[in-house]
């Protein structure tokens, strides 16, 4: 069973740092690419940064553009979100799912998130 366990969040004060961790099982995340995806409070989720199977290319949303990157590391099955210079807009679920980095298309099921929460 693909499963996605996202954790790292946490409440920190605006201008703070914060590491999201995403652990695939049931697959082999060195196959996929990944986004990681944000749903903040009466608004529509959306794609913060995607990487592709390799590591070798990434986008991000202009939002985060200079204070988020994704990484991944295959052998541990696991992708990351460092975030850092967080504004009280950055406040939402984080999520990660696989994509399809050229088209940005997503597929499978949603995990449970991590909440990040940034305080002024």
């Known amino acids: 069973q693909v499963q996605f366990v996202e954790s790292g969040g946490g409440l920190v004060q605006t201008g703070g740092s914060l590491r999201l961790s995403c652990v695939a099982s049931?697959?082999?995340?060195?196959?996929?690419?990944m986004g990681w995806y944000r749903r903040a409070p009466d608004k529509e989720r959306e794609l913060v940064a995607a990487i592709t199977a390799t590591g070798g290319d990434r986008k991000y949303a202009d939002p985060v553009k200079g204070r988020f990157t994704i990484s991944r590391d295959n052998a541990k099955n696991t992708v990351y979100l460092q975030m850092a210079s967080l504004k009280p807009e950055d406040t939402a679920v984080y999520y990660c799912?696989?994509?399809?980095?050229?088209?940005?298309?997503?597929?499978?099921?949603w995990g449970q998130g991590t909440q990040v929460t940034v305080f002024s």
């Open positions: 049931g697959f082999s995340l060195s196959n996929y690419d």
């Open positions: 799912k696989r994509i399809w980095f050229a088209t940005l298309a997503q597929f499978g099921s």
